[in-house]
């Protein structure tokens, strides 16, 4: 099992101390396995797409997809009672997670939910929240979330599935926050148009995924470690930061392959552990 730089209850103290020092001229950014991300900027914490269970191995114990851990725990969700904005990019639960989400809230009682619009009814059914609580978005959207502002972006998991009303099931976040930029890519392939919609926004950082598209996985497909260090390049990201790997054994990556590619590309980019504080400045 992969152990994490840093977690638990250590992890949850090292996050309140840079919330309560909190600077507009830098930020931190916790990787807390698979895509979930965490963002302390200027006092105030962004949760993206936390997955902090064990839902899913429990799932699929006993069936032809098991989903085996390589990876321990990075922090259970309660701990992160310092959370002002949290994200679900799409309902795949291992991006809307029941356990993880639901105290998560008990412990942010002012926890604001940036969701898809689209997948409005599910997520309230599955957290068990008001409908009226989440913030909706889909693509062309903007929000100003507390100090956070929202554009919504499309993914395609595997393409760019929309409702009745033609928003987006599966979305992208870019956030922009003081001077910064972040694009949190959800779980995606490329489309087309991609780079002309995400170029423009100057992105500080990108996180995006590396586990590919293997049909025989049974599961839906994202960016592999080629096309990641490829985006990031063509967007003009500063940094691109890999995720939606080291969780589970059938669904994984090397990120070294990640990092060989940015290496030819020279595409900048920051390879983080479970668990570690990465602060940009």
């Keep these: 099992m992969i152990k994490p730089a840093q977690q638990g209850v250590a992890l949850a103290q090292e996050i309140r101390q840079a919330k309560s020092i909190g600077r507009e001229d830098t930020f931190d950014v916790w990787w807390l396995g698979q895509s979930g991300f965490l963002i302390q900027w200027n006092g105030t914490c962004l949760l993206f797409d936390p997955y902090l269970s064990d839902s899913l191995t429990e799932k699929y114990a006993h069936t ?8 321990e725990l990075v922090i259970a969700p309660q701990l992160l009672n310092m959370v002002d904005v949290v994200t679900s990019s799409h309902n795949h639960t291992d ?4 356990a993880t989400l639901q105290p998560l809230l008990q412990v942010n009682p002012h926890v604001q939910f940036v969701i898809p619009e689209a997948n409005r009814a599910f997520v309230c059914e599955r957290v068990g929240c008001a409908h009226d609580f989440p913030i909706g978005l889909s693509d062309g959207d903007v929000r100003e979330v507390g100090a956070w502002k929202f554009f919504g972006v499309p993914a395609a998991h595997n393409t ?13 976040f870019v956030v922009r926050f003081g001077n910064f930029t972040v694009y949190h890519s959800g ?4 489309y087309e148009g991609m780079v002309d919609t995400l170029k423009p926004f100057r992105v500080d950082v990108a996180f995006l995924p590396i586990n590919g598209n293997v049909p025989s996985r049974g599961v839906a497909g994202n960016l592999d470690a080629r096309e990641a260090a490829e985006l990031g390049k063509q967007i003009g990201a500063r940094c691109v930061v890999p995720h ?12 070294a392959e990640f990092e060989r590619h940015c290496q030819t590309l020279q595409t900048p980019n920051r390879v983080m552990q479970l668990g570690e504080r990465f602060v940009y400045l």
Excluded: Q
């Design 160 to 172: 760019i599935e929309r409702d009745e009303n033609g928003h987006c099931r599966f979305m992208g």
């Design 95 to 98: 991006h809307l997670d029941a």
């Design 244 to 255: 939606h790997y080291d969780l589970f054994a059938f669904n994984t990556a090397d990120p």
């Design 187 to 190: 779980d995606t392939l490329w």
């Design 64 to 71: 032809n997809k098991p989903h085996v851990r390589i990876s």
